[in-house]
């Protein structure tokens, strides 16, 4: 009885432990641990000498830990350089193993070109291993470590190798028959053999180890396989050398298979045995010369494919067979490329395109004006970036405004999926509000745009200051004129129209069905989208006499007329610096009568829900007599809020000590117009807290303003603003939304995502 007692109550501690175990198991594979160790979870007990957990012994190999720690700590913070080093580091250690095994001279152009390879392949591979890490999270652990070996085993293994071998082949002088004919003889043949080693080491690292250490342990096991796979090389050549003479082809599969069948011992039993079919495969190029086979110098390898016994069957197959396998790994690699060119993650949107656009178009008007025509191209191709949604928010596009995303925010009614926004300027005619808002934009402002077409000033007018990623512009509101914007808008509704079926469930919806919110409460009728706000900038015409405000007034009735039925904000512009006499429209009497004029004709719009109207203020009429002045005419019309900033006159503050501008962007400083860069950012936070505490201070102070209990006035944040950090600064500070524009162009298509992804990182630290 004693004894059965003992049994079980050891029993019942093992299952104790074992589920304790399952639960820490699970916690690891379905949250993935990137992020989780991230974020430092706080002590859940105070430790006293019982309840300290012990350690790891990984986590007590003194130096060895902390150098695993430090790596962990680069990955999380520069993970894309991270990446490249520890790529150039496995490649370097496997070409230098790789060499030395030859047993012939050092040659360092190998070593370049396997640097090259390792170093283009890297962010890709990180990329992709993250997405994975990222989907096929099951409940079962089992599950999700098997859909994900076989994802990478049927996507990834293929298109590196041909990747991989293609590369070698054409950086080592092939011509493109002769890559192509490397690429079909190794790629099907070393992806075979990769699945004896490569899913056992794929399901170990997704199992075990935390996101920022796979590539340490993959790269361990990839200079490991090289290293064989030369061994297996070595092998061969020494076969080859020892008959001292060049051999005919059929002859070559001789000594190769006596070198590789010493390999083939029960000892080397395992993963490892395949491969010796893929080196002879993998590692030989091909003679340019027919049937003669020779050492080449750079590779110390035969130049004539050998005839292993699966190389010879790959050869024998039906060429359909071939062919389909062709195609099929040539549809894998333009996938993959598509995803990663498309994704406004890919590195190559932050650091490579914006330089090309400088290199490319010295003057920055004509980058500003290809950049748009690619966007819009690209869209139209289906290959423009965008933002996935498994980049950051929670759930489908705009979905993710519900519960559960940190960023979401309510603005005018609508919940946003994210407070960030592109600023106007960057699509001055409203030709690529879709694309903008793909690259994740919670808000669009299309404009400025005027009632008549009109050119704006002379070029040159805008200048890059690239030391501050700054620009000075003075376009002078260059616009197509209303009715060709409002002709554009309206044929975006209507061609979503068309495409949507109606009540009776075919031939698409009316124009004014959309307009009236056919497309669901939560779908603004503006963006057309759901959690996002397309707002529409207006102004008036440069020759229109700022003294004559029924003129002024006349221009931007006519500007809402045409627009607002296809603009969820409308915007009223008195702040830019490069229209003469704009800014007096700030003064308190003239501004409160045409945002009143605007706010009413507004109020007519034929459409169900109204546009809401705002007005854009500059950040340069900042003494407390001009703010406030503004804020009661924006009391007294009737708006619903205000966009604080736009770029600047002033140049002092702008360059920081110890940055050195060439004489070319002293000049460009200098220039006329208006200045807009992260320089301005600490004016613009002062800017919107100064704004938030007026405009609040109006409305509980004021007497008969609105009503008892007046919506809160809602601020957008413009100016500088080029992080996630500032972006919650200026929320903190009382914005609803933190627009960007200057940013986009140093920053690239992925800043927007880039900027939230810093926001997640930032608001979860808090949290924890
Ligand atoms: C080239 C350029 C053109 C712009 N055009 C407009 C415009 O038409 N209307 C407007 O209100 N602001 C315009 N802006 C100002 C931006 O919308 C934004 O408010 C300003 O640049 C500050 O933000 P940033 O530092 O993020 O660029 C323009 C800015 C630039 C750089």
Redo the contacts with the bound molecule.
């Keep these: 009885m004693a004894v059965c007692f003992t049994c079980r109550t050891a029993l019942r501690r093992q299952i104790e432990g074992l589920r304790k175990l399952r639960q820490r198991r699970l916690h690891s594979t379905n949250k993935d641990s990137a992020r989780t160790s991230r974020v430092e979870r706080p002590q859940e007990q105070i430790p006293t000498p019982n309840n300290v957990p012990t350690l790891n012994f990984w986590q007590r190999l003194g130096p060895l830990t902390r150098a695993a720690q430090a790596y962990a700590r680069a990955q999380r913070k520069r993970p894309y350089v991270t990446q490249v080093c520890t790529s150039l580091f496995i490649y370097l250690c496997s070409d230098i193993s790789a060499q030395s095994m030859g047993g012939r001279d050092y040659d360092p152009t190998r070593t370049l070109r396997a640097l090259l390879i390792g170093s283009i392949s890297s962010i890709p591979s990180y990329h992709w291993f993250v997405w994975l890490s990222e989907s096929f999270n099951y409940r079962s652990r089992l599950l999700s470590l098997a859909t994900k070996v076989v994802v990478n085993q049927v996507c990834f293994t293929p298109v590196f190798n041909t990747y991989f071998f293609g590369m070698q082949a054409l950086l080592s002088g092939a011509t493109l028959a002769e890559t192509w004919e490397r690429i079909t003889k190794t790629v099907p043949v070393s992806c075979l053999n990769s699945c004896k080693l490569w899913p056992a080491v794929t399901a170990f690292s997704f199992a075990f180890l935390p996101l920022e250490y796979r590539p340490v342990f993959g790269g361990v096991i990839a200079v490991g396989w090289q290293t064989y796979l030369s061994y297996l090389n070595r092998l061969a050549e020494g076969s080859i050398a020892a008959r001292g003479e060049a051999l005919e082809e059929p002859e070559m599969a001789k000594p190769l298979s006596a070198g590789l069948a010493r390999l083939s011992s029960p000892k080397m039993a395992g993963p490892y045995l395949g491969a010796r079919r893929s080196l002879a495969a993998a590692l030989r190029p091909f003679s340019r010369s027919g049937s003669q086979l020779r050492f080449n110098n750079n590779n110390h390898v035969p130049r004539r494919p050998a005839s292993t016994s699966s190389s010879s069957s790959a050869s024998r197959a039906p060429s359909t067979a071939r062919n389909v396998l062709v195609a099929g790994l040539l549809a894998t690699v333009g996938g993959v490329a598509y995803y990663y060119a498309t994704d406004t993650r890919a590195s190559i949107h932050q650091w490579l395109v914006p330089r090309l656009l400088r290199v490319i178009f010295p003057d920055a008007e004509d980058a500003?004006h290809a950049g748009t025509a690619a966007l819009k191209t690209l869209y139209s191709l289906g290959l423009h970036p965008r933002e996935r949604p498994s980049a950051l928010e929670d759930g489908t596009d705009g979905a993710g405004a519900g519960g559960g995303n940190p960023l979401a925010v309510t603005v005018f009614g609508t919940t946003l999926a994210n407070p960030i926004g592109i600023?106007?300027?960057?699509d001055?005619d409203a030709e690529i509000p879709d694309p903008l808002f793909a690259l994740g934009a919670g808000v669009v402002?299309v404009?400025?745009c005027t009632p008549l077409p009109q050119e704006g000033n002379p070029r040159p007018r805008?200048f890059r200051i690239p030391a501050v990623d700054g620009?000075v512009?003075r376009?002078g509101?260059n616009s197509r004129g209303a009715d060709a914007m409002a002709a554009r808008l309206r044929e975006r509704l209507r061609t979503l129209a068309r495409t949507l079926s109606g009540g009776g469930g075919g031939g698409g919806l009316t124009e004014q069905e959309v307009l009236d919110g056919a497309l669901g409460e939560d779908v603004p009728v503006g963006s057309l989208r759901p959690g996002r706000l397309l707002c529409v900038?207006i102004?008036k015409n440069k020759k229109t006499d700022e003294r004559d405000l029924d003129a002024v007034i006349r221009d931007h009735v006519y500007c809402v007329q045409r627009l607002a039925p296809y603009a969820d904000v409308l915007?009223v512009?008195v702040?830019?610096p490069n229209t003469p006499g704009l800014r007096d429209l700030q003064a308190a009497e003239p501004l409160a009568r045409l945002l009143g004029a605007v706010v009413d004709e507004a109020k007519k719009t034929p459409r169900k829900v109204k546009p809401r109207v705002m007005v854009?203020v500059s950040p340069d009429e900042d003494d407390d007599t001009q703010m406030e002045g503004v804020v009661r005419a924006v009391w007294t019309s009737g708006v619903d809020g205000v966009i604080v900033?736009?770029?600047t006159k002033r140049r002092t503050g702008l360059v920081k000590e110890g940055v050195r501008l060439t004489a070319k962007e002293q000049k460009a400083l200098l220039e006329e117009g208006?200045f807009?860069?992260?320089a301005?950012f600490e004016r613009t936070l002062s800017l919107v807290g100064r704004y938030r505490k007026m405009l609040d201070r109006y409305s509980l102070g004021t007497p008969g303003v609105d009503d008892a209990f007046p919506p809160q006035k809602v601020i957008f944040a413009?100016?500088?603003?080029?992080t996630g950090e500032q972006a919650l600064k200026v929320l903190n500070a009382g914005a609803s939304v933190a627009?960007?524009?200057?940013?986009l162009?140093y920053g690239g298509s992925g800043t927007i995502t880039r900027i939230k992804k810093e926001m997640k990182e930032k608001l979860a630290i808090k949290e924890s």
Excluded: C
């Design positions: 500003h600023s106007a300027g960057l001055k402002e404009g400025g805008v620009l512009n376009y509101l900038q102004a915007v512009n702040s830019s854009k900033g736009n770029t208006g807009s860069g992260p301005m413009t100016g500088g603003i080029t627009m960007v524009y200057t940013g162009v």
